[in-house]
């Protein structure tokens, strides 16, 4: 009996480690980027924000970030059409800048602010409006509407018309 109940107190130790390894990398790396440099560099760079609101256990989050805004095209896009990107987790505790407000909060604060209700969800602030918000998507977008979404804003075609002509008129104000 001996061996059995050193054998169960080295397996549930591992089972343990594992577990909890398991556990903190997979919250730890989703969040391991602070927003708020990335929220500078808009504001004093008069950069079109995009502030994605995401949750540690989120799968559409993670879609998002591993099909689209990994994918070297989106990449390629989100620097032609001067927009950057940040990541707030919506029960994170960092201070980040609102953009529109100019006042620190915590992240949470923010995604309440927002209303966020569903994740991700994708928040685009105007630098030529003093970051006023120019849209809010709530859920995840396949690549090919993202890209379209990066040329809409870019081109300056949202202060023309509406999405639904920008598309039909072949991205085309």
Request: charged share 25%.
């Amino acid at each position: 009996m001996g061996k059995i109940k050193v054998f169960s107190v080295i397996f549930t130790l591992i089972a343990l480690i594992l577990f909890s390894y398991s556990c903190n990398s997979s919250g730890s790396d989703k969040f391991k980027v602070n927003p708020e440099p990335k929220i500078q560099e808009a504001l004093k760079g008069g950069k079109y924000l995009m502030i994605i609101v995401e949750s540690a256990d989120c799968r559409y989050c993670e879609k998002l970030n591993k099909e689209v805004l990994n994918d070297q095209t989106i990449k390629e896009k989100l620097i032609k059409n001067n927009v950057v990107v940040a990541i707030v987790n919506a029960y994170g505790n960092r201070k980040i800048t609102d953009p529109q407000t100019k006042k620190e909060m915590e992240e949470e604060a923010f995604a309440l602010a927002y209303r966020v209700q569903g994740f991700p969800t994708i928040i685009v602030f105007d630098p030529t409006k003093n970051f006023e918000m120019l849209t809010y998507i709530n859920g995840y977008i396949p690549k090919s509407d993202f890209a379209n979404l990066l040329d809409y804003i870019g081109t300056g075609c949202y202060k023309k018309t509406d999405y639904e002509n920008f598309i039909r008129n072949n991205k085309k104000c």
